[in-house]
């Protein structure tokens, strides 16, 4: 539900800032997807068009590229992005004192969604990030926004993953400092 709240709030304040550097015309005279940064001009393509996804025919081959697609767009973020190379160690960190700590199965289903949302939200950071630079190069104080906007949803994330984080391991934790688990210590 968080997710989708955040897609939308990015969603909205792109589209906004379109709005804002009329680059797109006002909501009353045209559809929100009628602005593309391809030419308008026909004669001036020199590939034809894919058709609406609307207009396809479903195919599993066509469902096996969309997804080819998503993991290109995963893989150049982690690629690419120094901050989701710090959130991908701090999931290796989780996951490392989960399997140390031999938390259950719940806990684990909190550290999953944690690392899950953290990297979603770095993704749509990094999309609305790439998109802002593709509208313009030049410093703009609304495209400033959104980025800031977006770094905001990512670090309200990983803040909310820390707090989980640690109120899913604390029971683990005080269980083991409380009681020596490692019989290194044997009286």
């Not at 609307?54 to 066509?62: D, E, G, I, L, Y």
């Not at 944690?114 to 509208?135: K, R, S």
Request: aromatic share 8%.
């Amino acid at each position: 539900m968080i997710c989708c709240a955040l897609i939308a709030l990015l969603f909205g304040a792109l589209l906004w800032i379109a709005r804002t550097l009329r680059l797109l015309p006002a909501a009353e005279t045209a559809s929100p997807l009628s602005w593309t940064l391809e030419p308008t001009d026909p004669t001036s393509l020199t590939e034809t068009p894919t058709p609406p996804a609307a207009a396809r025919k479903f195919t599993w081959r066509h469902r096996a590229r969309s997804f080819g697609f998503a993991a290109h767009g995963i893989k150049l973020v982690l690629r690419r992005e120094h901050s989701a190379w710090l959130h991908l160690g701090a999931a290796a960190l989780a996951i490392g004192l989960g399997f140390i700590l031999q938390i259950d199965l719940a806990a684990w289903r909190w550290i999953i969604l944690c690392i899950g949302l953290v990297i979603a939200a770095e993704i749509l950071n990094t999309a609305v990030e790439t998109t802002c630079n593709a509208i313009t190069t030049a410093p703009h104080p609304l495209i400033g926004r959104a980025k800031d906007m977006a770094a905001g949803a990512v670090l309200l994330c990983a803040l909310t993953a820390l707090i989980l984080g640690a109120l899913t391991f604390a029971p683990y934790l005080r269980e083991s400092t409380a009681a020596p688990q490692w019989g290194l210590c044997s009286s």
